[in-house]
């Protein structure tokens, strides 16, 4: 049956800024420091204590800006959003409202233009640890760290313009991918440094109107903000099929159960009680400091994936693969160089290669592999000195031992048989072995020419060259 609603999501992400240094302190923000280790009456919210803004800040903002093809604000400020919460040492946060340092960008998925309504920077709270069965005199307890308090934070705000979880789930990834390759942010999500809250309402199918919107908090990965989101989406149907209204609030998303709860009623603006940060001037950004960094921008996905489709003839899927790591994707340009044939220099990398760096949970330039190790294994397999399979083999031993290629394939015996007199031998000493099933063959039933094969392979402990051996052994069966 067709839906009779349709889905209204945007997304709220909290990208970590990679920078050394808090936003308005020089306190480190290095990930899994003891407790309260790296703090300052600055970002403690001390009397008295001024902050300073850290200008690498301002220059990873500018960058994200334009990767994500927003304008850049001539002027920009700081201003105080109040509310009260044990991790927020002021009682307020000092963020961005009227003048974000980033608007109106946009990232393309599928096709499907996806606005961002504005990026603006704000400082971090800090951690609540929660005791949970502990008890300290009597009661639950919590603590708080402070660590992360004023760690630099790009808040990247799209417009309602998804309609599907699968939407949401591509644009965080499309999204994460070039943070990551501007070196803008690292997206851990593990480490909580690209983080995720997402505004769902449903309406019904080809009405204008928006509905009523509920945020879903606490998704630390991009599979359980697709969860979340159907989950949602599938509440407020039922919610509305029921004749009740939707409530505008704050649900938590509980991974164990899969369900979402309230968490609280949803703030608006003027809840925040917004006003200028009086201890941080006004910043006009010049044409000239915008131009200085956009020339520092690496030639972004999207124009790599056009490129690899249009001049190397590489799938659409293959190419957005092998450019959603900047490293992986460095070291393919480095092996075009050589003169490779890029398709088969993709399926060598894309097959074995990254499913060993998945596994091991590596970086390409933390293996041996080099770029003549792809060059001469190609090479390999275009003589039929190899085979795919043995290929794979191969390249798995250059990842870990860093030996040549050659060498490798002598150690692993994998030279393939491509000599057809040597080959034909071998079918005619399986013919002879197996005289029904060739009767059977001959009979029609077909099928059997996989027995004769599979048994080739078997024979030949999987050195035969395929091409030569199927040639062969259509001759020889007929």
Do not use: W
């Amino acid at each position: 049956m067709k839906n009779k609603y349709e889905a209204v999501i945007g997304l709220e992400v909290h990208a970590q800024l990679k920078t050394q240094t808090k936003i308005f302190c020089a306190c480190s923000i290095e990930f899994g420091k003891p407790p309260n280790s790296q703090v300052c009456p600055v970002c403690l919210g001390l009397p008295g204590a001024l902050p300073v803004l850290n200008q690498e800040v301002l220059v990873l903002a500018v960058k994200a800006g334009l990767a994500l093809n927003c304008a850049i604000a001539p002027l920009t400020k700081f201003d105080r959003k109040n509310y009260f919460y044990p991790d927020l040492p002021k009682g307020y946060q000092i963020s961005q409202f009227d003048k974000p340092i980033c608007h109106d960008g946009y990232l393309i998925i599928d096709q499907k233009k996806i606005n961002i309504k504005r990026a603006h920077l704000e400082e971090d709270a800090g951690k609540l640890v929660h005791s949970g069965a502990a008890r300290l005199h009597g009661s639950a307890y919590s603590l708080v760290d402070f660590n992360r308090s004023g760690t630099p934070l790009l808040e990247i705000v799209s417009d309602p313009d998804l309609n599907s979880a699968d939407e949401a789930r591509k644009y965080l990834t499309e999204l994460r991918n070039i943070l990551r390759y501007i070196d803008v942010c690292d997206g851990n999500l593990e480490e909580g440094s690209f983080r995720c809250d997402a505004n769902v309402s449903i309406r019904p199918v080809g009405s204008n109107m928006l509905g009523t919107r509920v945020e879903i908090k606490n998704m630390n990965s991009f599979k359980s903000v697709k969860n979340a989101i159907e989950t949602e989406i599938e509440r407020q149907e039922q919610e509305l099929d029921k004749g009740n209204k939707i409530v505008q609030e704050t649900r938590l998303y509980d991974e164990a159960t899969g369900d979402t709860h309230v968490m609280r009623s949803k703030e608006e603006a003027n809840d925040y009680r917004y006003f200028p940060e009086p201890d941080l001037v006004p910043i006009n950004i010049a044409v000239s400091f915008i131009e200085d960094i956009k020339k520092t921008l690496p030639v972004l996905p999207e124009v790599l994936r056009q490129k690899y489709v249009s001049e190397y003839q590489l799938t659409y899927d293959d190419a957005y693969v092998i450019t959603e790591d900047k490293e992986l994707t460095g070291f393919f340009e480095t092996v075009l160089k050589l003169n490779v044939n890029p398709k088969t220099a993709c399926n060598l990398l894309l097959g074995p290669c990254l499913g060993y760096l998945k596994e091991n949970k590596l970086a390409i330039v933390q293996t041996k592999l080099n770029d003549n190790h792809i060059k001469d294994l190609v090479s390999n397999l275009e003589s039929a000195q190899i085979s795919f399979t043995g290929a794979k083999q191969v390249l798995l031993k250059a990842m870990e031992t860093g030996n040549s290629i050659s060498q490798i394939i002598n150690d692993l015996g994998l030279v393939q048989i491509s000599d057809e007199v040597t080959l034909k031998k071998f079918i005619d000493e399986l013919i002879l072995k197996y005289p029904n099933q060739l009767q059977e063959y001959k009979a029609g039933k077909t099928k059997l020419r996989g027995f004769f094969q599979g048994e080739l392979m078997k024979a030949t402990k999987g050195k035969a060259n395929p091409q030569i051996l199927n040639k062969i052994l259509d001759e020889s069966l007929n």
